[in-house]
T-cell receptor, first 111, second 112 residues
Framework: QKEVEQNSGPLSVPEGAIASLNCTYSDRVSQSFFWYRQYSGKSPELIMSIYSNGDKEDGRFTAQLNKASQYVSLLIRDSQPSDSATYLCAVTGGATNKLIFGTGTLLAVQP | DGGITQSPKYLFRKEGQNVTLSCEQNLNHDAMYWYRQDPGQGLRLIYYSQIVNDFQKGDIAEGYSVSREKKESFPLTVTSAQKNPTAFYLC???????????FGQGTRLTVV
């Protein structure tokens, strides 16, 4: 079982829709959770951090964390073509205490 | 401007050659990291440093070496022992170990 799992996609949504990106992790004691956006050929950019159960909103982005289910998600409202990128989930604070990345989900927003 | 600078952006290595990738940060971060990214794969940890003059091997350290003589600098050497070095190399830093990490623009290394 991978430590951090994401569906590779592509996830295709129409412009203006809500994109829902999901991530599960295996280490129950993980404490910190991050979402990065990576455009093709570029480096990852941190867009959201979440540390406690529930929702955290920042503009069009909402991160959701459920530690009991070991599940973290990212919602993007009013999706724009410029949101088309790979979204990486990263988790830290587990037994290894390292920042572990998922393989990413490719999001394609169709105009 | 505060940030993380990696150089060069593109690097070509001949067989049997050692090459060094530069990473400099002016964010006053304690921790620095090197990750490798291959097409269709996630980021894999090569080396990390939580404080000056200390560094630890990550998951794929074989064929690589690092130094951390200054807080601002964490260069990575890809040695001839690394048999498949073609990849996108990413340097990152965080204020404290294993907190929010911020990335440089990356170095794309190709073996010719």
């Amino acid at each position: 079982q991978k430590e951090v799992e994401q569906n590779s996609g592509p996830l295709s949504v129409p412009e203006g829709a809500i994109a829902s990106l999901n991530c599960t992790y295996s280490d129950r004691v993980s404490q910190s959770f991050f979402w990065y956006r990576q455009y093709s050929g570029k480096s990852p950019e941190l867009i959201m951090s979440i540390y406690s159960n529930g929702d955290k909103e920042d503009g069009r982005f909402t991160a959701q964390l459920n530690k009991a289910s070991q599940y973290v998600s990212l919602l993007i409202r009013d999706s724009q073509p410029s949101d088309s990128a790979t979204y990486l989930c990263a988790v830290t604070g587990g037994a290894t205490n390292k920042l572990i990345f998922g393989t990413g989900t490719l999001l394609a927003v169709q105009p | 401007d505060g940030g993380i600078t990696q150089s060069p952006k593109y690097l070509f290595r001949k067989e049997g050659q050692n090459v060094t990738l530069s990473c400099e940060q002016n964010l006053n971060h304690d921790a620095m990291y090197w990750y490798r990214q291959d097409p269709g794969q996630g980021l894999r940890l090569i080396y990390y440093s939580q404080i000056v003059n200390d560094f630890q091997k990550g998951d794929i350290a074989e064929g690589y070496s690092v130094s951390r003589e200054k807080k601002e600098s964490f260069p990575l050497t890809v040695t001839s022992a690394q048999k498949n070095p073609t990849a996108f190399y990413l340097c990152a830093s965080s204020p404290y170990p294993w907190t929010e990490a911020f990335f440089g623009q990356g170095t794309r290394l190709t073996v010719v």
